[in-house]
């Protein structure tokens, strides 16, 4: 019988979790830790962001704009569009297509970009490699099939900074609604791209990657030089449902039902894959992150939890749909699903190396690296799963 935590809704089906002697889990009390740390304090954080933006906007002289922000169509990246408008910051902004975009994301991207008289800039990923690479990942044995579009979606913001000499960017990571813990121990990092092509050789039928947009390790763990990642919506009194009506009433977008749902392919994996294969389900971090936060009870968290992420004749659709555009037929689907997850270390990766520099460097070393990289208001030392290598092959 598994245990569940007394104070959220997650529990032992996450290998990694712990809990105390009063049954509180290790994800919950680090994210009430992580709140009390840098969490939103009315008057200082207000304080905090208006120095923040006014750095922007000076590092943005002379240049066509302030900062650079990746749309997904998503709650949090409209939000944060909504914000930075504002507070007068000039957006790039960047959508990235890799196909798997719901109608939905599509007119949410449009609706907000028009509303906030952004212009556009959207990369449309090669979908032979990218089908390819994806297909790879579904015979992987992986816990994570998201990797190969979190990659491209970091790789290409990167890109953008570099060709316009912009020197923030706008994450929509944030504490409130996604807390400070990597959930679900098994996930593997989208950072590492040397894994990432390791399975393509094992399991992918191209020759080449040389269309993937794509990091190398500096890039990946420590960003650009000059370049600063800022928490943007750590700010401000961000609470998902106020946003929602926000959104909603300025711009007329539209709730897609689930956390990352704004893709088809990230909605299927997330409610169809994870728990059939690794016995998981990703909506009690989602929904411990709304509790922790004070917008869902407890137990109204765990009766979503009993009941479907989304109708069950809509998730075969869904795989149905996305197994014949990757060319996997049912019945090698249902003999990959048969088999046991890989092993810990299967694929060729960086987690070998940062094991070696912390080691070497020790965890300060890392720290140092890693402020390279994020905002000094945005830093805490317990940042790691965001900015620092695993401790482990298959940490997230």
């Not at 191209?206 to 650009?224: D, M, P, Q, V």
């Not at 992150?289 to 075969?316: F, K, Q, S």
Request: aromatic share 12%.
């Amino acid at each position: 019988m598994s245990r569940l935590c007394t104070r959220c809704a997650m529990d032992d089906s996450d290998p990694g979790i712990t809990f105390d002697e009063l049954g509180r889990c290790s994800i919950c009390a680090r994210y009430l830790e992580q709140k009390e740390l840098r969490g939103y304090r009315s008057g200082s954080s207000d304080a905090k962001l208006r120095r923040l933006v006014a750095e922007m906007k000076k590092a943005g002289e002379g240049k066509e704009f302030d900062c650079v922000l990746g749309l997904s169509g998503g709650v949090d990246s409209s939000y944060m569009a909504y914000m930075a408008h504002e507070h007068g910051l000039r957006v790039l902004a960047v959508h990235v297509d890799t196909g798997w975009n719901s109608e939905m994301a599509v007119r949410n991207i449009e609706r907000v970009c028009n509303g906030l008289g952004y212009e556009l800039h959207t990369i449309v990923m090669d979908w032979p490699t990218m089908k390819e690479l994806q297909r790879a990942y579904l015979f992987s044995g992986l816990a994570n099939l998201d990797v190969p579009q979190d990659h491209l979606f970091c790789a290409a913001v990167y890109r953008f900074a570099r060709e316009y000499g912009v020197r923030y960017l706008l994450n929509g990571s944030n504490l409130a609604t996604e807390g400070a813990s990597a959930p679900f121990s098994a996930q593997h990092s989208y950072r590492d791209y040397w894994e990432i092509r390791s399975v393509y050789r094992r399991h992918g039928r191209g020759k080449s990657l040389r269309k993937y947009i794509h990091l190398n390790l500096r890039e990946a763990w420590f960003g650009i030089p000059g370049v600063t990642k800022v928490n943007l919506l750590d700010y401000v009194p961000y609470a998902k449902k106020d946003a929602i009506d926000l959104l909603t009433a300025r711009f007329g977008w539209e709730y897609y039902g689930g956390k990352h749902f704004e893709s088809r392919f990230t909605k299927w994996f997330q409610s169809v894959y994870l728990p059939a294969r690794f016995g998981y389900d990703k909506r009690r971090y989602h929904l411990s992150c709304l509790v922790m936060n004070g917008e869902m009870t407890r137990e109204a968290a765990l009766a979503e939890l009993a009941r479907p992420p989304y109708p069950p004749d809509e998730m075969r659709e869904d795989e149905a749909y996305i197994l014949k555009k990757l060319d996997i037929t049912p019945a090698q689907w249902a003999k990959e699903m048969q088999k046991p997850p890989a092993a810990e270390g299967a694929y060729f990766s960086q987690a070998r190396l940062f094991k070696l520099a912390g080691k070497a460097l020790g965890s300060g070393g890392l720290d140092w690296f890693k402020s390279r990289n994020v905002h000094p208001i945005d830093l805490t030392k317990e940042d790691a799963p965001d900015c620092a290598p695993p401790a482990k092959p298959n940490d997230a």
